[in-house]
C-alpha cells in the first residue's frame, strides 16, 4: 500500500520570505498524482498544487512551485513571498493512476504553517 | 463552484448514541468520500463510494457504515459511538469525467468536528 509521509509536524517563517514543505512517498507504481492541499484555520481544504508523475517538469502556480524528485520519491512544496494568508495546515496526497472506484487519495500526516510578520 | 456542504460543523454525543453525518454536493460528482482527521495522523479514509448504492471500505471502516442512496448525498452512520471516534470528519468529492488530464481532485466540505462524551 502507498504511504505518504510529512516529517515536519510546523513550520514557520517570516512573511515575504521562502518556505519549503517536505513530503515523501512510498509506492511500486510508475505512473501516479501527486497534490498539496491547503486547510485554512475552520476553514475547508483546497487544491494548491498538483503533479503527474510523467511530467519531468515541476509544476507550478504562482507563489507556490513543487520539486518533484521521481527517484527519490519526495515532493516538496515551495512558497515564495509568503503571506499571512498562507498560514494553515499543509498535506501531501498521492493518488493511483487506477480508474473508478480507486481514485482515493492517500494523505500525510499534514504541516502546520505558521507566517511571523 | 463545487460546492460540497456538512449538515453539521460542531456535534456532542454520547457514547452508544446512533450519529448521522451527513453530506451534499452539488456538481453531479459520481465520487464521495468519507475522510477522518486527527492530529499526528493526517486524513484516513473511512469509506467511499462511486455510485449511487455503491460503497467500499477505506482503511479505517470499523465502527462506520455509510448509506448513498441519491447521487448527491453521502451519509456516514456511527451505529454506536464511541470516545474514540471523537474526531473531525471531512467529506469530499470527485469525478472521474473530463478529459484525460482530468486528475480526480477532491473538493472537500468544511468538515464536522464530532465530541463523544
Known amino acids: 500500500a502507498q504511504t505518504v509521509t510529512q516529517s515536519q509536524p510546523e513550520m514557520s517563517v517570516q512573511e515575504a520570505e521562502t518556505v519549503t514543505l517536505s513530503c515523501t512517498y512510498d509506492?511500486?507504481?510508475?505512473?501516479?498524482?501527486l497534490f498539496w492541499y491547503k486547510q485554512p484555520p475552520s476553514r475547508q481544504m483546497i487544491l494548491v498544487i498538483r503533479?503527474?508523475?510523467?511530467?519531468?517538469q515541476n509544476a507550478t502556480e504562482n507563489r507556490f512551485s513543487v520539486n518533484f524528485q521521481k527517484a527519490a520519491k519526495s515532493f516538496s512544496l515551495k512558497i515564495s513571498d509568503s503571506q499571512l494568508g498562507d498560514a494553515a495546515m499543509y498535506f501531501c496526497?498521492?493518488?493511483?493512476?487506477?480508474?473508478?472506484?480507486?481514485?482515493?487519495?492517500?494523505f500525510g500526516q499534514g504541516t502546520r504553517l505558521t507566517i511571523n510578520p | 463552484d463545487v460546492k460540497v456542504t456538512q449538515s453539521s460543523r460542531y456535534l456532542v454525543k454520547r457514547t452508544g448514541e446512533k450519529v448521522f453525518l451527513e453530506c451534499v454536493q452539488d456538481?453531479?460528482?459520481?465520487?464521495m468520500f468519507w475522510y477522518r482527521q486527527d492530529p499526528g495522523l493526517g486524513l484516513r479514509l473511512i469509506y467511499f463510494?462511486?455510485?449511487?448504492?455503491?460503497?467500499e471500505k477505506g482503511d479505517i471502516p470499523e465502527g462506520y457504515s455509510v448509506s448513498r442512496e441519491k447521487k448527491e448525498r453521502f451519509s456516514l452512520i456511527l451505529e454506536s459511538a464511541s470516545t474514540n471516534q471523537t474526531s473531525m470528519y471531512l467529506c469530499?468529492?470527485?469525478?472521474?469525467?473530463?478529459?484525460?488530464?482530468?486528475?480526480?481532485?477532491?473538493?472537500f466540505g468544511e468538515g464536522s468536528r464530532l465530541t463523544v462524551l
Open positions: 469530499a468529492s470527485s469525478t472521474p469525467r473530463g478529459d484525460l488530464m482530468n486528475t480526480g481532485e477532491l473538493f
Open positions: 509506492t511500486s507504481e510508475s505512473d501516479y498524482y
Open positions: 503533479q503527474e508523475a510523467y511530467k519531468q
Open positions: 496526497a498521492y493518488r493511483s493512476p487506477k480508474v473508478q472506484g480507486a481514485q482515493k487519495l492517500v
Open positions: 456538481m453531479d460528482h459520481e465520487n
Open positions: 463510494s462511486y455510485d449511487v448504492k455503491m460503497k
